[in-house]
């Protein structure tokens, strides 16, 4: 099975870009470690932001939770944000993707 976590929330708006700075970071680590099979993406609309994680190999989120620099942005996400955000997280079997 593989993991696929969706994660939405709104961060209060004095803090977006600070949130957005932090996410940001995670993205520079990955660029550095280069883990294999997965796939990850930051969107954002205003203060209104989405996380998308997809481990293609294992039904795990650990290659990206144990990162300094996320669990550095994970610290104070609810301080950030103007709800704790929702996480849709499951275990499925890719049957088929493209760009992934």
């Known amino acids: 099975m593989q993991r696929v976590t969706l994660v939405r929330y709104a961060a ?3 803090r977006a870009d ?3 700075a932090l996410s940001l970071e995670v993205f520079d680590e990955l660029k550095k470690v280069r883990p294999d099979n997965i ?3 930051l969107f954002r609309d205003g203060v209104d ?3 998308l994680f997809v481990n293609l190999r294992e039904d795990d989120a650990g290659v990206l939770t144990d990162l300094p620099t ?3 942005f994970a610290k104070d ?3 950030r944000s103007e709800a704790p955000p ?3 997280r499951l275990s499925l079997k890719l049957l088929a993707s ?3």
Do not use: R
């Open 77 to 79: 996400v609810n301080d």
């Open 12 to 14: 209060k708006p004095d």
């Open 98 to 100: 493209y760009g992934l």
């Open 86 to 88: 929702e996480a849709t």
């Open 18 to 20: 600070e949130n957005q």
């Open 39 to 41: 796939a990850y993406a």
């Open 49 to 51: 932001f989405v996380h």
């Open 70 to 72: 996320f669990q550095a």
